[in-house]
T-cell receptor, first 110, second 112 residues
Framework: SQQGEEDPQALSIQEGENATMNCSYK?????LQWYRQNSGRGLVHLIL?????REKHSGRLRVTLDTSKKSSSLLITASRAADTASYFC??????????FGAGTQVVVTP | DGGITQSPKYLFRKEGQNVTLSCEQN?????MYWYRQDPGQGLRLIYY???????QKGDIAEGYSVSREKKESFPLTVTSAQKNPTAFYLC???????????FGPGTRLLVL
């Protein structure tokens, strides 16, 4: 079973709108990371948040982490067509093991 | 895609044939990983290596084999025992196990 479960599975928005996706996980983690994948390409690392952090920002990205609820959210503000991609969360446990969720497909239309 | 290269971009396998996917990194990373991705799915870990001459099975190692003779190279062999090999294969590396992973561009394997 997958550690990270993203929600929603798919998201369609217009340019300029914000996109929010969530990730839930089951066991204790050391950190949680978000990656982007354009169709047919490798994954690109976006942001890492450690288990003792609650929020991080990077450009138009905002990530929150609630360890009591075992969940994280990724917010993309003022979305652009170039943000069209699949977004994955990945958790790392105390053994260093990565586990990826199934991803959220985001489509941004002009 | 950073300093990780994968080749070939597309690979075709015949029935009963073993094929090897290449993964090379020039990032001086100790850890390397192989993942399989099926359409619309997340990544599943096949094998990983924390250091040269050492590797461990991931969640779906059956039908695959790896070697780690050099720090910069981590080839994956898809053996004839893997009955459903059609997938997108991604290699990644990290400075050490558990740290941020950086991915190659992937190899798409198709069965003839």
């Amino acid at each position: 079973s997958q550690q990270g479960e993203e929600d929603p599975q798919a998201l369609s928005i217009q340019e300029g709108e914000n996109a929010t996706m969530n990730c839930s996980y089951k066991t204790s983690i050391n950190n949680l990371q978000w990656y982007r994948q354009n169709s047919g390409r490798g994954l690109v690392h976006l942001i890492l948040i450690r288990s003792n952090e609650r929020e991080k920002h990077s450009g138009r990205l905002r990530v929150t982490l609630d360890t009591s609820k075992k969940s994280s959210s990724l917010l993309i503000t003022a979305s652009r067509a170039a943000d069209t991609a699949s977004y994955f969360c990945a958790t790392t446990d105390s053994w260093g093991k990565f586990q990826f969720g199934a991803g959220t497909q985001v489509v941004v239309t002009p | 895609d950073g300093g990780i290269t994968q080749s070939p971009k597309y690979l075709f396998r015949k029935e009963g044939q073993n094929v090897t996917l290449s993964c090379e990194q020039n990032l001086n990373h100790d850890a390397m990983y192989w993942y399989r991705q099926d359409p619309g799915q997340g990544l599943r870990l096949i094998y990983y290596s924390q250091i040269v001459n050492d590797f461990q099975k991931g969640d779906i190692a059956e039908g695959y084999s790896v070697s780690r003779e050099k720090k910069e190279s981590f080839p994956l062999t898809v053996t004839s025992a893997q009955k459903n090999p059609t997938a997108f294969y991604l290699c990644a590396s990290s400075i050490s196990h558990g740290e941020t992973q950086y991915f190659g561009p992937g190899t798409r394997l198709l069965v003839l």
